[in-house]
């Protein structure tokens, strides 16, 4: 929370001068709304930007939580069964080297325009950095930390279940800081491709319509969303890792 309010004090001086500009310049309001007439058209749209943005933030919720379970058993996986993990993973590698913007089509065409296609855009961009940061926590153990291990009765499983994931915790807690700004970038996107609701469709119809100011404002609802799952893995932190000062 600390971190939006430093946002917030630094966005300040960029409003200011961003409606000062507006007053100076004086552009048609269809290529440079200012801030005032952004905050007057989420105003005067209010309700419809709510019904669109509760569509995006279910998308978000459901697509993040999908795409960063789907990411830690993946991680799991690949660790704890090595030969399965060198054909799983050239596997995951290739897939995230596809563009979204490529992805995006197919998945509309496939899962159609509800919040399916949305859903799977969302968890497909979340899913690679919680995958990664995770298996690589799970990978840097201290090898004289399991060696230790090794001597004592404990299985293998349980040295990975009570020795490894607690430690690469923090790993898994900087991965999901890394993604959470991505999930509201894959439920746009899924929406500019193709939707009936959702901010992505609104600024879809706003910019056909020029209709800038609505556009600005979508957008800004959108960062505010970005803000807020960020500051809700910084909240989760704690009890992912208690342990760890640094979190």
């Not at 978000?60 to 996986?77: D, K, N, P, R, S």
């Amino acid at each position: 929370m600390r971190s939006i309010g430093r946002l917030a004090r630094a966005l300040l001086p960029l409003l200011l001068g961003w409606q000062a500009l507006v007053w100076l310049l004086t552009p048609p309001r269809y290529i440079l709304p200012g801030p005032l007439d952004v905050l007057a058209a989420a105003h005067r749209q209010g309700e419809w930007l709510l019904s669109n943005t509760l569509v995006t933030l279910s998308e978000i919720a459901i697509g993040f939580l999908a795409g960063a379970g789907a990411g830690i058993v993946t991680a799991l996986t690949v660790v704890a069964l090595p030969r399965l993990g060198r054909l799983v993973w050239p596997i995951v590698l290739v897939l995230q080297a596809f563009p979204v913007f490529v992805l995006a089509p197919l998945l509309v065409l496939w899962f159609g325009f509800g919040l399916v296609s949305k859903v799977v855009m969302t968890a497909l961009i979340i899913f690679f950095p919680v995958a990664s940061s995770f298996a690589d926590g799970l990978r840097r153990i201290p090898q004289e930390l399991l060696d230790a291990t090794a001597l004592t009765e404990a299985s293998m499983w349980q040295a990975f279940v009570y020795v490894r994931i607690p430690l690469a915790m923090p790993s898994l807690v900087s991965g999901l800081r890394v993604a959470a700004p991505l999930a509201p970038l894959g439920a746009v996107i899924g929406e500019w491709v193709g939707a009936s609701a959702g901010l992505g469709f609104v600024m879809v119809q706003a910019n056909a319509r020029m209709q800038t100011d609505i556009v600005f404002a979508a957008m800004a609802i959108v960062a505010i969303l970005t803000l807020l799952l960020r500051a809700a893995v910084d909240m989760a932190a704690p009890a992912l890792v208690p342990w760890s000062r640094e979190q």
